[in-house]
């Protein structure tokens, strides 16, 4: 997309909020762009891992999406912390809608992963059309998505794939508040906008998880199911909220 285009359609993003877009039910696709860093890179089927288990969470949830890797990775300061996801990474994809450096943004998401570790804060950063995800390590070694079900046991594999789905929904405007958890037997599984936090620390728990989503289902307080699951899939909720 032209940089026309991109500073357009972000200012249409500021007049009717990012989720409006979508509203609207448009056939085009959701175009992301993912870019490794340096590190990032170095890891054999991560690209694939991306591009398959993002591919199965979008199409499922929104239909057309259209997934592109930049042709060479992305030298960054430091592979974790709060100033790469949250200030550098955002800061080069504006910096590249207006012609500026070597980031070539598109309309919908712009996506960073980097070899962070995914269980140090930040793991991952968002705002709309730009999002940022450490882990590059632990989703290289998911199986591929064909050979795995869309609700898995915990594990940071599986934990590090889910944030791609978290931070990548909320470029495209969704929040905690579209997320959902629900008991399976002894289990409980969380959906990627919920994810990890449904069995953070209470404090933490409480200021990330609703009480109840915006489709009126509670979300399980009980931390004590046996089992934790993840759901690699957007669930109801949130797919309606990205639709
Ligand atoms: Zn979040």
């Known amino acids: 997309m032209n940089r026309r285009g ?3 359609s972000a200012g249409a993003a500021l007049s ?11 056939p085009d696709p959701v175009v992301v762009r993912v870019w490794f860093s340096d590190a990032a890179a170095a890891h054999d089927g991560l690209e694939a891992r991306v591009e398959g288990y993002l591919g199965a969470a979008l199409e499922a949830a929104v239909g057309a999406v259209e997934i592109d890797f930049a042709p060479s990775p992305v030298s960054l300061p430091a592979e974790n912390g709060r100033r790469v996801l949250a200030v550098h990474w955002p800061a080069k994809v504006v910096e590249g809608a207006v012609g500026m450096g070597d980031v070539d943004p598109v309309a919908d998401v712009n996506l960073l992963v980097t070899d962070g570790d995914p269980r140090e804060q930040p793991a991952g950063y968002a705002r709309p059309r730009v999002a940022a995800v450490t882990g590059a390590k632990y989703v290289a070694r998911m199986s591929p998505v064909a050979e795995t079900p869309p609700v898995v046991p915990y594990s940071v594999r599986a934990a590090a794939t889910q944030l791609l789905l978290h931070e990548v ?4 405007g969704i929040g905690h508040e579209n997320g959902s958890a629900e008991r399976d037997g002894d289990a409980l599984v969380a959906s990627p906008m919920i994810g990890s936090y449904l069995w953070a620390p209470v404090e933490l728990r409480e200021k990330q998880v609703p009480a109840s989503n915006t489709c009126g289902a509670s979300i399980p307080e009980d931390p004590s199911a046996s089992e934790r699951r993840l759901r690699l899939r957007y669930g109801d909720c949130e797919a309606q909220a990205l639709r």
């Open 6 to 8: 991109f500073l357009a």
């Open 169 to 172: 929904g909320h470029a495209l």
């Open 16 to 26: 009717l909020g990012v989720v409006g877009r979508r509203a609207a039910r448009s």
